[in-house]
């Protein structure tokens, strides 16, 4: 995971791609994307405990892939969203 923050930090984009689906009530959002850290990472590699983060930036990446997967609620959004524009409209 500290891996992953750091990369995120300053993050070099490829492409990145959102697909929806809905499936049954819900609304499946899958957002993906595909780059690689604009510098060096703090991390090394250890001979006994692997990959351990280092005081100096020295692991390049070469590439990337983030998949982030929600899963939320359609219908309870539908009826949440129509009753905040509601309210927004009223003010």
Do not use: C
Request: hydrophobic share 40%; charged share 25%; proline share 4%.
């Amino acid at each position: 995971m500290q891996i992953a923050q750091e990369a995120l930090k300053n993050f070099k984009y490829d492409w990145a791609k959102l697909s929806l689906l809905s499936e049954g009530e819900d609304l499946m959002i899958r957002l993906q994307m595909d780059g690689r850290p604009a510098d060096l990472l703090p991390f090394g590699f250890n001979n006994k405990t692997g990959l351990v983060k280092t005081e100096q930036p020295r692991a390049h990446f070469q590439g990337i892939r983030f998949n982030i997967n929600f899963k939320l609620p359609l219908d309870k959004m539908i009826f949440y969203g129509s009753g905040l524009s509601d309210l927004m409209q009223n003010k």
